[in-house]
Structures are given as structure tokens and as C-alpha cells.
């Protein structure tokens, strides 16, 4: 079957600009979780969707932001750029809730100039 | 929130066996994972562990001890295509939230 599915894969945006990602996770996949990756910090949580309501947010400003859609892909957004959101922004979905396996996107890496 | 500690590098010979060690702070803890991530690609499952012992699958191996926040990912006869990042992940409260360590860069030499 189908992995989790993100597009675009590679992106350049200038500051101040807003962009949106979108993830298409595993079929019956109903938890989305976004990651934020970069090389000083590592792989950052930044919120989890399951069926529509977000669960989990981590420690990201309010310029970051997603939802979930009834099909369970997910788009996150980033309003308002800075140059320190250039990272590879990574999806991954699960099948149940809780303590189970997370499969993983091949990511999107934005570039903000 | 949940610090998770691993070395940063490791280095190990072809045909060895490298063990990977992970600390993490216990509080609302419910279970650790361990991915491997290649250089430009996702991090792929390869291990769970909520229970304290060992978990053996092929040539990789997780042991957990929940009383001590300390779990390890044993590799055995190395290969070259191991050499990748390996992160350590822990999972706390409700649903899916991962927290990830820094990740250990391990390199195979011949």
C-alpha cells in the first residue's frame, strides 16, 4: 500500500511570505503528527491530529498552525517567515491512538531566503 | 518536558556489533522507540519498547529499563549500509507525540 505522501517535496519562500504543506498519510492511518528537523535541534514535535481535532501542539509560535481534513490528510501552515523556519518538515502517521508505530513522509525542506 | 540523551557519534568496523545508548527522564513516560534515518531520507521504524527487557528482531536488538530511563539499540554484524542516524524517541501522556534525541550519527568502516 500507499506510504505517507508529502508535497511538495522541496520549496523557497522569502521572508514574510506564508506557506502551506499538505501530507497525505497511510490509508485507515487516522493520527497525523508534524515534525520540524533541523541540524542544531534535531526532530522537533510540532502538533498531532486525530480524526479532524488536534491533540498534541508542541513548543512552536502561533505563526505555526494545520488541521485535518474527514479523508485525514493534514496541511500545516507557517504564516509570516523567518529564516530560522528553514528546516525539512517531516509528516508521519500512525494507525491507532497511542504507543504505536509512526510511519514517516519523505518531508518537505523549506528554504526561506 | 522529556530530555532524551544519546552521543552524538559513534564510529564501528564492518562485521562488529555497536551498542547505542539512550537516557531519558521517566516522568509520564509510556514507551520508546528507536528509528533509523539515512542521510536525505524519513526515519524508519525499527523498534518498540513499553515493557523492561530485550526485544531481539534480526541483527537489531532494544533493551528497555523503565526504573533507570535507559534503553539501548544493540547492532550485530554490521554492514555499511548501517551507517545512518539513529534516533531515540519517547513517547508520554495521550496519542502520538514523539520526543526525539539529537539522534546518533553511527559510520561503518571497512
Known amino acids: 500500500k500507499a506510504g505517507v505522501t508529502q508535497t511538495p517535496r522541496y520549496l523557497i519562500k522569502t521572508r514574510g511570505q506564508q506557506v502551506t504543506l499538505s501530507c497525505s498519510p497511510i490509508s485507515g492511518h487516522r493520527s497525523v503528527s508534524w515534525y520540524q528537523q533541523t541540524p542544531g535541534q534535531g526532530l522537533q514535535f510540532l502538533f498531532e491530529y486525530f480524526s479532524e481535532t488536534q491533540r498534541n501542539k508542541g513548543n512552536f509560535p502561533g505563526r505555526f498552525s494545520g488541521r485535518q481534513f474527514s479523508n485525514s490528510r493534514s496541511e500545516m501552515n507557517v504564516s509570516t517567515l523567518e529564516l530560522g523556519d528553514s528546516a525539512l518538515y517531516l509528516c508521519?502517521?500512525?494507525?491507532?491512538?497511542?504507543?504505536?508505530?509512526?510511519?514517516f513522509g519523505q518531508g518537505t525542506r523549506l528554504t526561506v531566503v | 518536558g522529556q530530555n532524551i540523551d544519546q552521543p552524538t557519534e559513534m564510529t564501528a568496523t564492518e562485521g562488529a556489533i555497536v551498542q547505542i545508548n539512550c537516557t531519558y527522564q521517566?516522568?509520564?513516560?509510556?514507551?520508546l522507540f528507536w528509528y533509523q534515518q539515512h542521510a536525505g531520507e524519513a526515519p524508519t521504524f525499527l523498534s518498540y519498547?513499553?515493557?523492561?527487557g530485550l526485544e531481539e528482531k534480526g541483527r537489531f536488538s532494544s533493551f528497555l529499563s523503565r526504573s533507570k530511563g535507559y534503553s539501548y539499540l544493540l547492532l550485530k554484524e554490521l554492514q555499511m549500509k548501517d551507517s545512518a542516524s539513529y534516533l531515540c524517541a519517547g513517547i508520554t501522556g495521550g496519542g502520538n507525540k514523539l520526543t526525539f534525541g539529537t539522534g546518533t550519527q553511527l559510520k561503518v568502516e571497512l
Open positions: 508521519a502517521s500512525s494507525k491507532l491512538d497511542g504507543n504505536t508505530e509512526a510511519f
Open positions: 519498547n513499553v515493557l523492561d
Open positions: 521517566t516522568s509520564g513516560f509510556n514507551g
